[in-house]
């Protein structure tokens, strides 16, 4: 084996360790991205849930509703 086939053969070698270096580089941040974007899609789906029960429970939790008789029709909300 001559001295430049040995030569070219090393280079052609570090060049497809280097594509597949930059490969899993680029595979490492894709998983960090996706990792980072589900990290915040629970997030604020965490949010939303919190906040709308906490919407819900003062709606109709903290106002007194036995006053109101919800069989009969109010003629005042009726519109013509």
């Known amino acids: ?3 430049k086939r040995r030569n ?3 280079e052609v070698m570090k060049a497809e ?3 597949a270096m930059k490969k899993a580089m680029k595979r490492k941040a894709a998983a960090k991205l996706g990792a980072r974007i589900a990290g915040v899609s629970m997030l604020a ?3 939303l849930v919190v906040t709308t029960k906490k919407i819900f429970d003062e709606i ?3 106002d007194d509703w036995s006053d109101v008789d919800w069989g009969e029709e109010d003629d005042d909300y009726i519109i013509d």
């Open 1 to 3: 084996m001559t001295l």
């Open 17 to 19: 360790q280097d594509e």
């Open 8 to 10: 070219r053969q090393m």
């Open 45 to 47: 789906g965490a949010l």
């Open 60 to 62: 109709f939790l903290e």
